[in-house]
């Protein structure tokens, strides 16, 4: 039996393999983010510098008798679109929160839970709202008002129609890549590294983690990949294995 013929199944069978992998790859890589559709009824002026990662907060609310009712940990960055008194026209600016210079509030109750964060002249507002009956949980409403230094007139924006961070009642939710929340056209709240749980909290930790689907394609390559290895070490033993035998029918049929 000549080399040739006990090479090609190998050969065959990892090229089959690697294309199979980089296949699966690219068909994930090339996925679009899971953003809603980007306004386009105003083209106004991007910053040139790309801003910063802001940096992480941790915002409770406590219920009147000093219990948490409400937890969060999260980056925030609003990314808002305003008629500029300098310019005269749309700009559209990103402003990180900074945790040391947040003040916090915000109220529960059996259904909803209230956070509110202040910055100097920014207001954020989360509603979340819990379905008792599914006990399900999620982020119904949004709303920023701010009054920056080159805004020709104060900005607000609101949305109570939203059905962001979905979670399970005594769960938290977690979401550790950049997550963006639409609310308006001019408005859009960009998360990172966000842990919240807004209902039932149990003590002053936070329920176990349901994570984002963000989260679970970026552990998902991994699997794929480790997959596709695995798959090839089969292959290749497949073809020893094959190659071991017709070497010794061969010898045989001597
Ligand atoms: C605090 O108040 C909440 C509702 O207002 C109640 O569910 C909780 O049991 C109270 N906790 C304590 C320690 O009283
Ligand atoms: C801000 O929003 C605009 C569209 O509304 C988008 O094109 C841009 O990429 C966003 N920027 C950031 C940093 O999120
Ligand atoms: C807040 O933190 C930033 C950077 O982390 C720092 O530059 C700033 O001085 C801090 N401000 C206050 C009021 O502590
Ligand atoms: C709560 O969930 C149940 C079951 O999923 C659903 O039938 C009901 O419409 C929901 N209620 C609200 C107020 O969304
Ligand atoms: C906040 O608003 C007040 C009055 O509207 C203004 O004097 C002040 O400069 C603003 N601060 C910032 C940081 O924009
Ligand atoms: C509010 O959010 C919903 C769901 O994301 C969206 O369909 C709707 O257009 C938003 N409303 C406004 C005024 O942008
Ligand atoms: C919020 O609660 C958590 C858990 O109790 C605690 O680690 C964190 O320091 C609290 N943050 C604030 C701002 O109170």
Request: one cysteine or more.
């Amino acid at each position: 039996m000549t080399p040739y013929t006990r090479k090609q199944p190998f050969l065959a069978g990892a090229t089959f393999v690697v294309v199979l992998a980089m296949t699966l790859h690219q068909s994930f890589s090339t996925e679009a983010p899971p953003t809603a559709p980007a306004s386009v009824t105003s083209t106004p002026q991007v910053p040139s510098a790309s801003p910063s990662k802001p940096e992480r907060g941790n915002y409770n609310v406590t219920n009147n008798n000093g219990t948490a009712c409400l937890m969060a940990s999260m980056g925030l960055q609003l990314n808002v679109t305003y008629v500029s008194s300098s310019q005269s026209k749309p700009v559209q600016e990103i402003v990180n929160l900074h945790p040391n210079m947040t003040k916090n509030m915000g109220s529960c109750d059996g259904d909803s839970a209230t956070l509110i964060l202040k910055e100097e002249n920014t207001t954020l507002t989360f509603i979340f709202s819990l379905n008792s009956t599914s006990r399900k949980y999620h982020l119904n409403g949004l709303a920023l008002s701010a009054f920056w230094p080159d805004m020709s007139e104060p900005f607000s924006a609101s949305n109570t129609t939203l059905n962001y961070l979905r979670g399970t009642l005594g769960h938290s939710y977690m979401c550790r890549e950049e997550q963006t929340l639409n609310v308006e056209q001019d408005f859009s709240l960009n998360t990172f590294q966000l842990q919240v749980q807004p209902f039932g909290i149990n003590g002053d930790q936070f329920g176990a983690a349901e994570e984002c689907e963000l989260d679970e394609d970026d552990m998902l390559i991994p699997i794929i990949v480790g997959a596709a290895l695995a798959g090839l070490v089969l292959v290749v033993l497949a073809a020893y294995l094959i190659g071991r035998k017709r070497s010794h029918a061969g010898y045989q049929t001597i």
